[in-house]
T-cell receptor, first 112, second 115 residues
Framework: GESVGLHLPTLSVQEGDNSIINCAYSNSASDYFIWYKQESGKGPQFIIDIRSNMDKRQGQRVTVLLNKTVKHLSLQIAATQPGDSAVYFCAELKGGYSTLTFGKGTMLLVSP | EADIYQTPRYLVIGTGKKITLECSQTMGHDKMYWYQQDPGMELHLIHYSYGVNSTEKGDLSSESTVSRIRTEHFPLTLESARPSHTSQYLC??????????????FGEGSWLTVV
């Protein structure tokens, strides 16, 4: 069936390192993708999005890469900080639909 | 910071009780959503609404019901709570999808425990 999933359940990094969180999706009809950050006890927060006609989009310390050939999405966080520790979810929106499908999260643990 | 509010944040109730989870947003968004999330797991859409008097079932079947009498308010009700309903319920809202993509804003969530 169609799914959005993450490769790794937990990623541990040192403060200052760059982090890469990966996401695989299987629905080639999806045309919009979002990364969310969810801290413990809170609702998901929007980080960055990308449309399917783009390969890369940059924000403040974050970059999202989209490889449509292999249906792969990644979130890169530069100079990771302890405050980046959270669960990160990717979500996809299918063209013509108006609801997001979320994948399983990756927990990012940042050590000082 | 999104202006979407959920109450209660935490609730413990007995089996068979009726419970309503409140959700309000002050952004004037037409679309609202309820997601269910178990600890450490992904979010599953259980209900959504396109606007006033519109309610739709989500991808995950749920025994809860919703109503949308006012644009800013989207309450979720469980008529008879069971332990299997123990979970976190997240409310969200967004502008109508125009095909260009729109951000969905989430509330802080309501943690429900049924004993």
């Amino acid at each position: 069936g169609e799914s959005v999933g993450l490769h790794l359940p937990t990623l541990s990094v040192q403060e200052g390192d760059n982090s890469i969180i990966n996401c695989a999706y299987s629905n080639s009809a999806s045309d919009y993708f979002i990364w969310y950050k969810q801290e413990s006890g809170k609702g998901p927060q929007f980080i960055i999005d990308i449309r399917s006609n783009m390969d890369k989009r940059q924000g403040q310390r974050v970059t999202v890469l989209l490889n449509k050939t292999v249906k792969h999405l990644s979130l890169q966080i530069a100079a990771t900080q302890p405050g980046d520790s959270a669960v990160y979810f990717c979500a996809e929106l299918k063209g013509g639909y108006s609801t997001l499908t979320f994948g399983k999260g990756t927990m990012l643990l940042v050590s000082p | 910071e999104a202006d979407i509010y959920q109450t209660p944040r935490y609730l413990v109730i007995g089996t068979g009780k009726k419970i309503t989870l409140e959700c309000s947003q002050t952004m004037g968004h037409d679309k609202m959503y309820w997601y269910q999330q178990d600890p450490g797991m992904e979010l599953h859409l259980i209900h959504y609404s396109y606007g006033v008097n519109s309610t739709e079932k989500g991808d995950l079947s749920s025994e809860s019901t919703v109503s949308r009498i006012r644009t800013e308010h989207f309450p979720l009700t469980l008529e008879s709570a069971r332990p299997s309903h123990t979970s976190q319920y997240l409310c969200a809202s967004s502008e109508p999808m125009t095909g260009s993509g729109n951000t969905i804003y989430f509330g802080e969530g309501s943690w429900l425990t049924v004993v």
